[in-house]
């Protein structure tokens, strides 16, 4: 019996070391985040006890801070690698094995959706997605935020002239949920009965994922299925399925009619609107995922499930980002009134009236514009950390890194070493982006959208909108706060976001 006993602990101990030699011992040549514990390592940053989420956030930044190239975080037993140099950032987001996402993005259960799904299904979509966000396409959306805006811009004219402070990232969420949401289904769609049910089901969907996130006891399916916010979660995804499942539905009888229910070639009338310069009308998401394979034979056929996970995801990857960058740009440009009063005289030479359309020629001339967005998104980017996982074991400044090593990347934390940004890195000055040495920045020192194969698709879909809805309003407002740029208490939510509102008072400009 005692020799049986023995026998089980040495194979148990073998397993173990063998274990230990294939997933941590890689890392011993490496640098360690501090402050580590023995045993432990860095476990303080997993666990949500006695830290609030301006601590973790600023305990993560300082393991970033601590490092010039990478660095191994030790969570118990587990070990992750942080890459805080651009030439690292970059080697890994185009590595053809690092395109895997870490298993944190299950919580989304979107399996099929581009942000969460795994390589082999993510790899099969997002060749066809990529055209969905072509230029053409992205033009063809210019009405839409143009009108978005135009309601947003009467949302914000209530708050005006009243020298009371509000938080300015509520209009802008409703407007970039309107946006995404017309963008997606069509602006019918969204007229018709249940929109308003659909649209707070979905509240009550984000916002609850946006407390999972951040509570890693929540990330436990057990112990998460046990509380009332799963109850409620999943009654609230049925009711947006019903919804998105019944749009898709009548949709694919639409395309189907259009494709064989006419004597046309079905090619040439689904391309109708394709023939001259621009598309006559707003290319709409749901819409191109049905037409295409029935236009182009390489195009992947999606299934309705497929539509739908598809449909989530952009709404979720695309409205709390553009949401909250817009709000932290207004905070930061209403806490630098010169660099404010700049833009304004961009957007004054620029657009004639506050009515003027924003066509694709006059986004081409708002430079400053542009460089104040990219500076917000420099110093507060939404998309704070990004986190992979190696396919395969990669080397990595001479480190054989074994496979499934979860690898993340901060572009908070990157987007402020003075080493690349200089010695004024903490400060909003959206000049650095124009200067002739913006040319010879490192191409992955600045990464708001990530970067790679699979970094951001909405991209350009963001600037475009985002370049839109500021010109507007600084062209109706003059933004003012009394929060301080030192005193911001800034936390995780779904995306880097204050802990407190975005306060602001804004003043009409005559
Ligand atoms: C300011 C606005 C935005 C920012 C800062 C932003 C940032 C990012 C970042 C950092 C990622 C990589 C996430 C990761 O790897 O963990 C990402 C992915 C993604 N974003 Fe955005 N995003 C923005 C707007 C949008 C919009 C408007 C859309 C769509 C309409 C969109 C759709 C997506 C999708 C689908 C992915 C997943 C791509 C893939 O895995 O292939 N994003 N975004």
């Not at 006695?50 to 969570?75: C, P, T, W």
């Not at 946006?179 to 929109?195: H, I, N, P």
């Not at 998309?383 to 054989?400: A, C, F, P």
């Not at 402020?416 to 010695?423: A, K, L, V, Y």
Request: glycine content about 4%.
């Amino acid at each position: 019996m005692l020799a049986f006993a023995c026998l089980i602990l040495s194979i148990v101990t073998i397993l173990a070391v063998r274990w230990w030699k294939l997933k941590v011992k890689f890392a011993r040549f490496l640098p360690r985040a501090q402050p580590y514990y023995p045993v432990i390592g860095n476990l303080q940053i997993a666990l949500p006890f006695g830290k609030s989420a301006e601590e973790l956030l600023e305990l993560l930044h300082n393991y970033f801070r601590q490092h010039d190239r990478m660095f191994a975080i030790h969570i118990g037993p587990k070990v992750a690698i942080g890459l805080s140099h651009p030439e690292l950032v970059q080697q890994v987001l185009n590595h053809p094995d690092c395109q895997e996402k870490s298993n944190v993005y299950e919580l989304l259960r979107l399996p099929n959706g581009l942000l969460s799904s795994k390589y082999k299904v993510w790899k099969l979509h997002r060749k066809t997605l990529n055209s969905t966000f072509n230029i053409r396409i992205l033009n063809s959306f210019l009405p839409i935020f143009n009108d978005s805006t135009s309601k947003l811009i009467k949302l914000l004219d209530q708050q005006a002239d009243t020298g009371k402070s509000f938080d300015i990232l509520v209009p802008f969420t409703h407007c970039t949920l309107g946006m995404v949401c017309e963008t997606s289904f069509g602006k019918k769609v969204l007229e018709r009965e249940g929109k308003q049910h659909f649209f707070d089901s979905l509240e009550v969907l984000l916002t609850s994922l946006g407390k999972r996130v951040v509570n890693v006891l929540l990330h436990s399916e057990i112990i998460y299925r046990l509380t009332p916010m799963y109850r409620n979660e999943i009654k609230c995804r049925a009711a947006c399925r019903r919804f998105t499942d019944k749009v898709i539905e009548e949709k694919r009888a639409e395309i189907k009619t259009l494709f064989t229910g006419n004597s046309k070639n079905p090619t040439d009338e689904a391309l109708s609107d394709d023939e001259g310069e621009a598309y006559k009308r707003p290319q709409i998401f749901i819409d191109q995922l049905l037409k295409m394979p029935l236009m182009m034979k390489s195009a992947y056929n999606f299934s309705d499930q497929e539509i739908s996970d598809q449909v989530f995801t952009m709404i979720i990857a695309g409205n709390e980002t553009s949401a909250t960058q817009m709000a932290h740009t207004c905070l930061l440009l209403a806490m630098n009134p010169a660099v404010q009063e700049k833009a304004y005289q961009e957007v004054q030479q620029t657009i004639p009236t506050k009515d003027t359309y924003i066509d694709a020629e006059i986004l081409r001339k708002l430079v400053y514009i542009e460089a104040v967005l990219k500076e917000s998104m420099r110093l507060l980017p939404v998309g704070s950390l990004i986190s992979r996982k190696n396919l395969q074991e990669i080397v990595l400044d001479g480190h054989k890194i074994p496979k499934n090593t979860p690898l993340l990347m901060k572009p908070y934390s990157l987007h402020r070493r003075s080493d690349i940004w200089g010695s004024d890195a903490e400060q909003f000055i959206p000049e650095r982006f124009l200067r002739e040495d913006a040319k010879q920045r490192h191409p992955y020192a600045f990464i708001p959208f990530s970067g790679g194969p699979r970094g951001c698709i909405g991209v350009r879909y963001a600037m475009m909108s985002l370049k839109i809805m500021l010109a507007l309003i600084l062209m109706n407002f003059k933004i003012s706060t009394q929060l301080r740029y030192r005193e911001l208490k800034i936390h995780y939510q779904l995306s880097l976001n204050l802990a407190g509102p975005h306060a602001v008072s804004l003043e009409r400009r005559r």
